[in-house]
């Protein structure tokens, strides 16, 4: 089987709607404005919290650079800030 009709078919199901949205020039009411501001957050702990206990032994230096990072995220406001205090901490710490 021919996975390049597949490839495109899911490209064209993906990037319509984004275009779609873009050409209709659609309003985003401020609910919706609201909750997709966390979205990139919960998306983040969704992808981090799994692999803080680790494979080797490390489980409390992640714990305890997640905790940073969270600290850091949630006092500034910014991901990506906690994301590199984060990575400092735990090559740190290690």
Known sequence: MNAWPIILGMAVVTYVPRVAGLWLRARVPPFW??????????????????????????????????VLASAVSWRFRKLWLGIAVGMVAYWGLR
Do not use: D, T, W, Y
């Open 33 to 66: 404005q609201r909750f997709l501001r966390f979205v990139p957050i919960a998306v983040f702990a969704a992808l981090a919290i799994p692999a803080l206990p680790g494979g080797r032994g490390e489980a409390e230096v992640r714990i305890l650079a997640g």
